[in-house]
Nanobody
């Protein structure tokens, strides 16, 4: 599975961005798609995830109420709508997909994901 993340950019605090993660190959074997981010000097952290069956979602506490993850099944794409952005949201955002065996309680773990996109930079100015 090949993933391509896009949609990053520079935005002022309080603004919005929408990230897109397109799969260029079939993802019938995957169940969960997620977004992670990594700021300079920090470890990669979970942002949000969504399951194919039932569309269950999971969010990091730091983004709840501001970010929304969704799926466009027809385009094999996962979207991350980011509103009310803060300077602390500045990071490189990576999309990921599992191999179909992730349980709901493990959606936030980076080790649950096997496929990763190349990352897209999000910079929020104060």
């Amino acid at each position: 599975v090949q993933l391509q993340a896009s949609g990053g950019g520079l935005v002022q605090a309080g603004g919005s961005l929408r990230l897109s993660c397109a799969a260029s190959t079939p993802t019938s074997s995957t169940e969960t798609r997620g977004w992670f981010r990594q700021a300079p000097g920090k470890e990669r952290e979970f942002v949000a995830a969504i399951r194919k069956r039932g569309s269950a979602t999971s969010y990091a506490d730091s983004v709840k109420g501001r970010f929304t993850i969704s799926r466009d099944a027809a385009k094999n794409t996962v979207l991350l709508q980011m509103d009310t952005l803060k300077p602390e949201d500045t990071a490189t955002y990576y999309c990921a997909a599992d191999q179909g065996r992730t349980i709901i309680s493990a959606m936030s773990l980076a080790t649950s994901y096997h496929y990763w996109g190349q990352g897209t930079q999000v910079t929020v100015s104060s």
